[in-house]
């Protein structure tokens, strides 16, 4: 079926399934990896009124000055159900997209320290390819984990190359993830389930949490074998956040 226009968008839940940017993440804090992490793959919900396309200009928050990209691979729920086992969610993806999940990292790291969040770190922007490249596309790259499919993924700045990872790399499948987002609750055609961040996937990890960071006029584009490449520039910056 090849590649399909991406559908409305119903609900927006980002995993933190990579371990490598999860391992990159608490070192920069100075912390380990919690054992809770292990124990169960956590999401959160993002804002679905502030989903950009490709092509689009990223708005600048006028609250942040450490502003960042992330390199992810999205689900898109496709056939709906309830309490759907890890082996057959393969059967409810519609197929896969780009997602860029934006982040205000000086803003996100004060929200993090009260222990609810992120908000405001990310509900400004998220950033999705608009087609989905359905599983029969995919067939010769697929693992024998479910929903993971060997796939290289990069990111650059500028034409640049910064970040480099691939799918496979996954700690949680995406059936692990679609069984767990599942749990007692229903999903829905056109639900959107995002990984986390690929390993190396933003510049939180390539610069250890200092900078710099994304700067108005930037281009960042995100390109994923097979599913094509999202491309957007950052906008304007409030003089309110100088």
């Known amino acids: 079926m090849a590649r399909l226009p991406l559908p409305p968008v119903t609900s927006l839940r980002d995993f933190y399934a990579f371990e490598a940017h999860v391992k990159t ?33 990223i708005p600048y928050p006028s609250y942040t000055n450490a502003l960042d990209y992330e390199l992810e691979i999205a689900a898109v729920i496709g056939t709906g159900g309830i309490n759907i086992a890890p082996q057959n969610a393969e059967a409810h993806i519609l197929g896969f ?10 803003i996100q790291a004060r929200e993090m320290r009260v222990g609810l969040g992120p908000a405001k770190g990310k509900d400004f922007a998220s950033s999705l390819l608009s087609t989905v490249t359905t599983l029969d596309e995919l067939a010769d790259r697929k693992t024998d984990r479910p929903g993971v499919f060997d796939l290289v993924m990069t990111a650059r700045v500028n034409g640049i190359e910064r970040s480099r990872g691939n799918m496979r790399d996954l700690y949680y499948a995406f059936g692990d993830l679609i069984a767990h987002a599942s749990l007692d609750v229903p999903l829905r055609p056109g639900d959107v389930i995002g990984s986390g961040t690929v390993g190396t996937g933003c510049l939180l990890e390539l610069t250890k ?4 960071w994304l700067q108005p006029g930037d281009v960042v584009e995100l390109e994923i074998e097979r599913l094509g490449i999202l491309r957007n520039t950052i906008g304007a910056k409030p003089k309110t956040a100088e």
Do not use: C, K, M, Q
Not at 25 to 41: D, K
Not at 97 to 106: C, E, H, L, M, P
């Open 97 to 106: 997209t780009i997602f860029n999940d934006w982040s205000a990292r000086d």
């Open 209 to 212: 949490g200092l900078g710099p």
């Open 25 to 57: 993440a608490n070192e920069n804090r100075g912390r380990t990896v919690p054992p809770e992490w292990y124990e169960l793959p956590a999401f959160y919900f993002s804002n679905t009124s502030a989903i950009y396309g490709d092509g689009d200009t």
